[in-house]
């Protein structure tokens, strides 16, 4: 999913880096323009996620099991672009996997795990889905770089 705040040009270079000519958007108009919805061989409508939770929705057969699938690509995000054109970032099966387990994983000792708080609610995220974040790993005194 590419952010559509970016260009048509960013887009088709988007394209070229992260060979990957599908798009995942929301159903309904005005997400993206015609110019940019041109430069796609295959548009992924998504209802929202009130449609997602709410129905009933069809079993889908992923027919691969993990041990075939886990480094193929799951999803592509990007970078937000403030150095040039935003560049690809690849999630893994295996990455989306181990992200999941680390979430339940205990914090150390003296520390509080922000995730287990959210475990099981609803919460509101500040960035939008299609961007990563930069990671770090904190403690009491500093932020690092990994």
Not at 46 to 71: G, M, R, S
Not at 133 to 144: A, D, G, H, I
Request: net charge negative; proline share 8%.
């Amino acid at each position: 999913m590419m952010t559509p705040r970016f260009n048509a040009i960013a887009h088709g270079n988007f394209i070229g880096e992260s060979d990957c000519d599908k798009l995942i958007m929301p159903e309904g108009e005005g997400f993206a323009t015609q110019v940019i919805l041109e430069l796609y061989q295959q548009i992924l409508r998504v209802p929202n996620c009130d449609v997602l939770f709410n129905n009933e929705n069809p079993h889908y057969d992923f027919e691969k099991t993990f041990a075939t699938a886990k480094k193929e690509p799951l999803v592509i995000l990007h970078t937000s672009g403030t150095t040039g054109f935003p560049k690809p970032i690849v999630w893994s099966h295996e990455y989306a996997s181990a992200y999941i387990r680390a979430r339940w994983l205990s914090p150390p000792e003296g520390f509080e795990s922000a995730d287990k708080l959210l475990l099981g609610g609803k919460i509101i995220v500040a960035f939008p889905p299609a961007h990563v974040s930069k990671c770090c790993k904190y403690n009491r005194t500093s932020v690092t770089d990994y």
